[in-house]
């Protein structure tokens, strides 16, 4: 049987320089993060606010956070404190509830894309966020939030082209954002796309960021 140590250098084995690995560890004990943060991982990812509230203060300070699931405005206050980076930021609403809450320290923040079929993921429609995010105001409505790149989660079918093309698309919009006339985004640079069973098509689309649970901590 594999152990914790063996499936952690095997998903980072297959991982290209530049690639930021985020553990996701929703669902996972207390002893399994600590168990890997052992192993000298830094980064995990969680999906529900209440669980990363609890999780947090039995942990050591220095784990990142990062906050990949579907966030409520309402919820925002608990998260924000201790998140490193929101990856699901899908709504103008959302932004404005940031912002507020944010304090002297700017709010990080990935914007979700909806690039999948499902109707059940969430984000900003490609061509909306491409017409909003172009326009060089837009993101100075949000002050105090630091707009640092995109998340997308592609359709859950083994059909691999049509994952790759979804997260081909991601990454145009990436681009297309980064490079749209008037555009000055120096944070700008993070692609958050892939988890265990696409983030070999996502790394050949272009991700710099994997989202990797059920690969290092076996089946949830
Ligand atoms: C659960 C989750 C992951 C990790 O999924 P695995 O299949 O366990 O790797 C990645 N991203 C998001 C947004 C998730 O909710």
Known sequence: MSTLADRYRSVKATLPAGVKLVAVSKTRT???IRALYDLGHRAFGENYPQELKQKQPLLPSDIEWHFIGH???????HVLPVAHLIHGVDSERLLDEIDKRADERPADVLLQVHI????????????ELLALASDPGWMARWPRVRFRGLMGMATNTDDHGRVSAEFGGLKALFDDIRSAPGMALPDFGILSMGMSADASLAIAAGSNL?????AIFGER
């Open 210 to 214: 994997v989202r990797i649970g059920t």
């Open 71 to 77: 966030l409520q405005r309402s919820n925002v206050k």
């Open 30 to 32: 207390v002893e399994e």
């Open 116 to 127: 999948a079929q499902e109707e059940t993921k969430h984000g900003f429609l490609p061509a």
